[in-house]
């Protein structure tokens, strides 16, 4: 069993910035992608970014790069989320995920944890 716990998750006007922390519990996170997904409520979850577990190349939606940054800790079993520029419509519930065996997060990945809320006020 594997849990996910995010963090960083709240109030920040548009144009902010927000640091987003996940820690993984449970069991070695060898060949584990470790990553982001958010959903707002009445739309579909969709993915932001991910990376892998080594050489930890990272990967983004179009919509966030060069204002996204994902890095992890592997010995902590830590995958951050640093969100610049931040824009009202990104206020979403931020989701942590891991999917075995892969470089990359499905939008329906093995593991997720309970969400952090992002509100970016206009």
């Known amino acids: 069993q594997v849990q996910l716990v995010e963090s960083g998750g709240g109030l920040v006007q548009a144009g902010g910035s927000l640091r987003l922390s996940c820690a993984a519990s449970?069991?070695?996170?060898?060949?584990?992608?470790m990553g982001w997904l958010r959903q707002a409520p009445g739309k579909e979850r969709e993915f932001v970014a991910a990376?892998?577990?080594?050489?930890?190349?990272?990967y983004y939606a179009d919509s966030v790069k060069g204002r996204y940054t994902i890095s992890r800790e592997n010995d902590k079993k830590t995958v951050y989320l640093q969100m610049k520029s931040l824009k009202p419509e990104e206020t979403d519930v931020y989701y942590c995920?891991?999917?075995?065996?892969?470089?990359?997060?499905?939008?329906?990945?093995?593991?997720w944890g309970q969400g952090t809320k992002v509100t970016v006020s206009s």
């Open positions: 449970g069991r070695t996170f060898s060949n584990y992608a």
């Open positions: 990376i892998g577990w080594s050489p930890g190349i990272p």
């Open positions: 995920a891991a999917h075995c065996n892969s470089n990359d997060i499905p939008i329906s990945p093995d593991y």
